[in-house]
């Protein structure tokens, strides 16, 4: 059953065109990625889906009663409140559900015959429904769910958390409401590997239908089902993860530019004919150029360059790159970087991995010198920059 559908939209700002007639549904049980290049309407799209943006024309069909999340970039929450509360009030009329049940429960202990078969057959629809938005106790799920994603302060207002933290605290609002559709907008920004992998997690194991914009190859490859691209202004459906994705996609720009280069072949050609100045009194020349028209008018919006980032060699290097003995980072009492010993070799990669807060960017920058440590020596080699 199709939980979200969207037919012909179209939406753009100014001169520019983002959505030129895109078609999309999303039922239940799948989990879709939405890919595409920065600044070509992923997130424009997210927010039409979820209702803050209108379309320019259209139609969007949503199923009755359906309760859908939406993860955004920059999530607004009460900076008074804890993250506690806000997680807990996210979760959208549980309160009110709770209430009626306990009026139903008062009043149960003076009914009889007609009004107690009422007000039992109202407690038997109300306590499943508690129990879809959390249960009688929903503490435990809330404090689990704001640790699970590397929150400590989780009573501490919203108003002094990171960009970062509060967008963690927007999500596990969403984990803990369990809408019926989930609309996020990069989840892993963020978040450090630990909690993305139990993200992954989370998202495969609830099976919650989901649309999903993010960058992490891996978690989309993981997760999602199938994958929709958003390529100039148009949707093209792939079905499978993000390997099955990149092959099904190389075989369509490659046709793409086959035809063309096809095009531009009789383009040439017919242009030529054009500059001899050929009569249009016959219907055969009439045909041909209309023809000549239709392919300068066909010209496709340019097609997708393949992005590459090439690392430059640098210069020749000697056996020593880059030595640290017991270098150390403290702030205050709290030890950031604890002694680290480390070589560096010439054609070494190294990954470095850990949560939030670990100190990883604090030994990168001393491991460069941008950052002065407490304690340890750093030697680098004469011809390394």
């Known amino acids: ?65 359906l309760a859908l999340g939406y993860l955004e970039q920059e999530p607004r929450l009460d900076p008074g409140v804890s993250a506690r509360d806000a997680v807990r009030g996210g979760v959208a009329g549980r309160e009110r559900a709770l209430a009626a049940l306990e ?55 919203c108003g002094r958390m990171s960009g970062g933290e509060r967008r963690r605290v927007a999500l596990a609002q969403l984990l803990v409401g369990a809408p019926d559709l989930l609309l996020l907008d990069e989840p892993t920004n963020h978040l450090d590997s630990f909690v993305t992998y ?3 997690g989370c998202c495969v194991e609830t099976l919650t ?19 929709v691209e958003l390529d100039r202004g148009e949707l093209v459906p792939y079905d499978g ?23 531009l072949a009789l383009l040439r050609r017919e242009t030529a004919w054009m500059r001899r100045g050929p009569p249009a009194r016959t219907t055969k020349a009439k045909a041909r150029i209309h023809r000549y028209e239709d392919l300068v008018d066909s010209a496709p919006i340019a097609l997708p360059d393949e992005l590459e980032i090439a690392i430059p060699p640098g210069p020749r290097l ?50 460069i010198g941008a950052l002065e440590p407490d304690g340890g020596t750093r030697s680098v080699g004469e011809t390394v920059r």
């Open 1 to 65: 059953m199709a939980l979200i559908t969207l037919r012909d939209g179209r939406k753009g700002f100014n001169e520019r065109v983002l959505l030129r007639g895109v078609s999309l549904t999303i039922g239940e049980g799948e989990r879709v990625g939405l890919l595409g290049p920065n600044g070509s309407g992923k997130s424009t799209l997210m927010r039409i889906l979820a209702g803050l943006e209108t379309l320019d024309s259209g139609e969007l069909a949503k199923r009755r009663d």
């Open 103 to 157: 009026r139903v429960h008062a009043e149960l202990g003076a009914a009889s015959g007609p009004e107690l078969a009422r007000l039992l057959a109202r407690q038997s629809a109300l306590e499943p429904e508690v129990e879809r938005l959390g249960g009688h106790d929903i503490e435990h799920k809330v404090e689990a769910t704001l640790r699970s994603l590397g929150l400590t302060d989780i009573d501490g207002p």
């Open 198 to 200: 139990w993200l992954e």
């Open 209 to 227: 239908p989901l649309l999903m914009v993010t960058h992490d190859r891996y978690f989309l490859d993981r997760v999602v089902d199938r994958i």
């Open 241 to 263: 993860g993000y390997a099955e994705y990149l092959e099904a996609r190389a075989a369509r720009l490659a046709s793409e530019r086959k035809a063309e280069t096809a095009r």
């Open 318 to 367: 000697g056996t020593r790159v880059l030595s640290v003995q017991g270098l150390t980072k403290r702030y205050g009492a709290r030890t950031v970087v604890p002694p680290v010993d480390l070589e560096l070799e010439a054609g070494a990669r190294l990954g470095i991995v850990g949560p939030n807060g670990a100190g990883k960017s604090t030994l990168l920058r001393m491991l």
